[in-house]
């Protein structure tokens, strides 16, 4: 028997059933709107005043723009074409005015006819296309338009002023569907406005003066005054924050719940025999955070802690102090690392700090010792067999691999930590599989080295308290910054090289980064297998970035001859990998040419120097995280940014920022505010369909710090929700059950 199908609330209606099947289509492809509440969800970008036009001065090249103009002047030329009928091609030429600019629109063949006879001098329109240039002047070919004309006494006439009021939204769209198209779209959606279930609790929204939703959307798609649109946005930026917060508080509550083995160091164990071997005193910051760790490690039940700190903040000392509190307790601690290499690299450096309490149960190991073994997926299969049998039987306290060890083989005796490095890289599903390895949920320590500014971190790793190392410790030395401007001042780049020739001679070692791997065989088969365009043709017609391989060569014959280049990318096999950074480490290579396989953890304290080529391909905090590779001894480190972007433009403003300050936190917010929020919260929305819109990370410090707080006090006092329904099926809306895991990880 056929089921009678659920009636839907009217939110949940599928657009195809109200707007038609063809406009559905494309709102789904091309803006990934698929029911009425997503439409109504999909917000003007901007409004424009009905006597205000917007400025043609500053129109972006490239960009699909939707203007609101007066047509100044149109005409019709007639020119010899062997392709038109009767030999005579039409060419229709408008030239719009605002005031601040002129813009010429041009249309061809059969397009001309209808814009003919109604773009008459004085007219208004809102035009909308892609902008190009030619003869070095701005033009939209072929734009769509729709005229803006008074209602007639009738009514028969329709325009875009019937429905937008005193105000013309303008809604981001695509070449396939204009903003006037999607705002009559909404204007016949809206209606269902009224039934939108309002999640915030009526205490909330009262004690702040917020208007209720249904109002909001009115005003946001319909405003008659600034003050609708005021009003509005302040309401929808707390939908989105504060639902937002309910999840990540609804994490972090049952989290707590879960129980977990309270791990407290002795007195005189593995930990307080390392810090006497230590040959420094630990940083204030160091010591704080360390305090802020072992009271989570102490309680009953899982610790979830984010240690963000800056680069050579001395991080991997405090996790490994957390790590050898956990043995100390009887438990083991994994750690988590994103590459082999830097797996490689954090094994030796464990290694090397705890000596021989690094040879527990071997000839010559210390008496509270432990054994640290490494796990990745290109050991030999001895190796391997002996690591998994000192991880089952308890022999081997720390274990530092990569995601090898999330694999089923793997079995831990009392896994009690897990650290996990450059989080950003793993997946939620990696790791709550090492959680599962527990007999009771183990601890957890994420570490990031990119300096996230504090919203970013309530909104992405909400469900993390967060330790924040700012200070670096003592004997680091500072690294200058400066930018290179290859193409306008060549002698800058020879100088560069001089200055890495001068830095080798005085016993130094130096860095050369650069975009791309090179040896474009394999290179372009890859891209084109992704549907991606070929890596020599470059983006937009632009040379190609610089590459590893044709650099390398370069330097060795020319301007770094004599001097004993490397090259490290990631296609090398795990082993000659290694091998490159083990010869650069010992001082046997001058100059290694990497990609950004560097960027982290790779410590050299004898490297000074660092070149980045085609520096503006490069995003800021990747090119923070990379400057952080030099000035790790005793010798202030140098890094130099080269690129041949001219001096106005927007990635020369970007590298001279990273230039003028070393301060990662500042970064992340120029950072932020360059790219907005969605570049950086990239993936930690991926499961929420309903991402950020309204709500700017950096500019609404407050609303999300406030929503943290009201969300905490709701879940505390009602962790099901059961008496707010409408937070509930908000909720619902932004996460299904399994979006909810993606939420806060990228």
């Known amino acids: 028997m056929d089921r009678v199908p659920a009636l839907r609330e009217p939110l949940e209606q599928p657009l195809k059933s109200v707007l038609g099947p063809a406009t559905a289509k494309v709102m789904a492809e091309h803006l990934g709107l698929h029911t009425v509440g997503d439409l109504?969800?999909?917000?003007?970008?901007?409004?424009?005043?009905?006597?205000?036009?917007?400025?043609?001065?500053?129109?972006?090249?490239?960009?699909?723009?939707?203007?609101?103009?007066?047509?100044?002047?149109?005409r019709l030329h007639t020119f010899a074409s062997s392709r038109a009928p009767r030999g005579k091609g039409q060419r229709l030429e408008v030239t719009i005015t605002d005031g601040s600019g002129r813009l010429q629109l041009v249309f061809f063949g059969n397009g001309v006819h209808k814009p003919h006879k109604e773009l008459l001098p004085g007219t208004r329109a809102m035009f909308a296309g892609k902008?190009?240039?030619?003869?070095?002047?701005?033009?939209?070919?072929?734009?769509?338009?729709e005229l803006l004309r008074s209602d007639d006494a009738d009514g028969a006439a329709e325009s875009v002023e019937s429905w937008a009021g005193a105000l013309i939204p303008i809604y981001p769209a695509t070449a396939k569907l204009e903003s006037w198209k999607i705002g009559k779209a909404v204007q016949t959606v809206l209606p269902s406005a009224q039934e939108a279930v309002d999640p915030l609790p009526a205490s909330l929204r009262e004690g702040r003066g917020l208007v209720p939703l249904p109002e909001a959307l009115l005003k946001i798609h319909r405003p008659h005054t600034k003050a609708d649109i005021a009003d509005a946005r302040a309401r929808l930026k707390w939908d989105e924050a504060f639902v937002l917060q309910v999840a990540l508080a609804r994490r972090r509550h049952a989290d707590a719940q879960l129980p977990a083995v309270a791990r407290k160091p002795a007195p005189d164990g593995l930990l307080a025999a390392f810090d006497a071997r230590l040959p420094f005193t630990l940083t204030e910051g160091q010591q704080k955070v360390s305090r802020e760790i072992f009271a989570d490690l102490a309680t009953e039940h899982p610790m979830h802690r984010l240690l963000q700190g800056e680069v050579g903040s001395g991080k991997t000392l405090v996790a490994l102090r957390a790590m050898l509190a956990v043995v100390d307790a009887g438990g083991q601690a994994a750690m988590l690392a994103p590459t082999e290499v830097l797996a490689q690299q954090h094994h030796r450096s464990v290694v090397e700090m705890m000596g021989e309490l690094a040879e527990g149960g071997m000839l010559g190991g210390a008496e509270h010792g432990t054994k640290v073994v490494l796990l990745t997926g290109s050991m030999g299969a001895a190796a391997r067999r002996q690591a998994l049998l000192d991880l089952a039987t308890g022999e081997a306290g720390i274990v530092i691999g990569t995601h090898a060890?999330?694999?089923?083989?793997?079995?831990?005796?009392?896994?009690?930590?897990?650290?996990?490095?450059?989080?950003?890289?793993?997946?939620?599903?990696?790791?709550?599989?090492?959680?599962?390895?527990?007999?009771?949920?183990?601890?957890?320590?994420?570490?990031?080295?990119?300096?996230?500014?504090?919203?970013?971190?309530?909104?992405?790793?909400?469900?993390?308290?967060?330790?924040?190392?700012?200070?670096?410790?003592?004997?680091?030395?500072?690294?200058?910054?400066?930018?290179?401007?290859?193409?306008?001042?060549?002698?800058?780049?020879?100088?560069?090289?001089?200055?890495?020739?001068?830095?080798?001679?005085?016993?130094?070692?130096?860095?050369?980064?650069?975009?791309?791997?090179?040896?474009?065989?394999?290179?372009?088969?890859?891209?084109?297998?992704?549907?991606?365009?070929?890596?020599?043709?470059g983006e937009d017609g632009k040379r190609p970035p610089l590459a590893v391989l044709e650099v390398a060569e370069q330097l060795a014959r020319g301007p770094l001859k004599g001097l004993r280049v490397e090259v490290l990318h990631g296609r090398m096999q795990p082993d000659d990998k290694d091998a490159v950074m083990r010869r650069f480490a010992a001082g046997e290579a001058d100059v290694l040419v990497a990609t950004t396989v560097i960027e982290v953890g790779v410590n050299v304290p004898n490297a000074t120097v660092m070149v980045v080529m085609d520096a503006d391909r490069f995003g800021v905090s990747q090119l923070h995280q990379l400057r952080g590779r030099v000035g790790r001894g005793s010798a202030p480190g140098l890094c130099l940014l080269v690129t041949e972007m001219p001096e106005a433009s927007a990635a020369r403003q970007r590298l001279n920022a990273v230039a003028a300050?070393?301060?990662?936190?500042?970064?992340?917010?120029?950072?932020?505010?360059?790219?907005?929020?969605?570049?950086?919260?990239?993936?930690?929305?991926?499961?929420?369909?309903?991402?950020?819109r309204v709500l700017a990370v950096i500019e609404d410090e407050e609303v999300i710090a406030e929503a943290r707080r009201e969300a905490a006090a709701v879940v505390a006092a009602d962790p099901d929700l059961e008496h707010l329904p409408g937070l509930r099926t908000a909720l619902d809306a932004l996460l299904d059950a399994e979006r909810e895991q993606y939420l806060e990880k990228g």
């Not at 036009?53 to 007066?70: I, Y």
């Not at 902008?131 to 338009?145: E, G, I, M, T």
């Not at 939620?428 to 919203?455: C, F, S």
């Open 661 to 692: 300050t070393l301060d990662g936190f500042e970064l992340s917010r120029i950072d932020l505010e360059q790219r907005r929020e969605g570049d950086v919260l990239g993936q930690a929305q991926s499961g929420a369909r309903s991402s950020l």
């Open 131 to 145: 902008v190009s240039v030619f003869n070095r002047r701005l033009q939209l070919a072929h734009p769509a338009y």
């Open 40 to 74: 109504l969800h999909h917000y003007p970008r901007r409004y424009e005043e009905r006597g205000q036009l917007t400025h043609l001065a500053d129109l972006p090249m490239d960009e699909h723009v939707t203007v609101v103009a007066q047509v100044a002047d149109a």
């Open 405 to 537: 060890l999330i694999e089923d083989k793997v079995q831990f005796h009392d896994l009690g930590l897990v650290v996990v490095d450059e989080q950003h890289r793993f997946g939620v599903e990696q790791r709550d599989a090492l959680r599962g390895k527990g007999k009771q949920p183990p601890h957890l320590l994420v570490m990031t080295a990119t300096p996230i500014p504090r919203t970013v971190a309530m909104t992405v790793f909400g469900d993390l308290e967060t330790s924040v190392l700012d200070q670096l410790p003592a004997g680091r030395s500072p690294i200058a910054s400066h930018v290179v401007p290859a193409a306008d001042k060549p002698h800058f780049l020879a100088r560069a090289w001089e200055r890495v020739r001068e830095e080798v001679a005085g016993g130094h070692q130096a860095y050369v980064v650069c975009p791309r791997i090179g040896d474009d065989a394999e290179e372009a088969a890859g891209t084109k297998k992704a549907g991606k365009k070929d890596p020599a043709e």
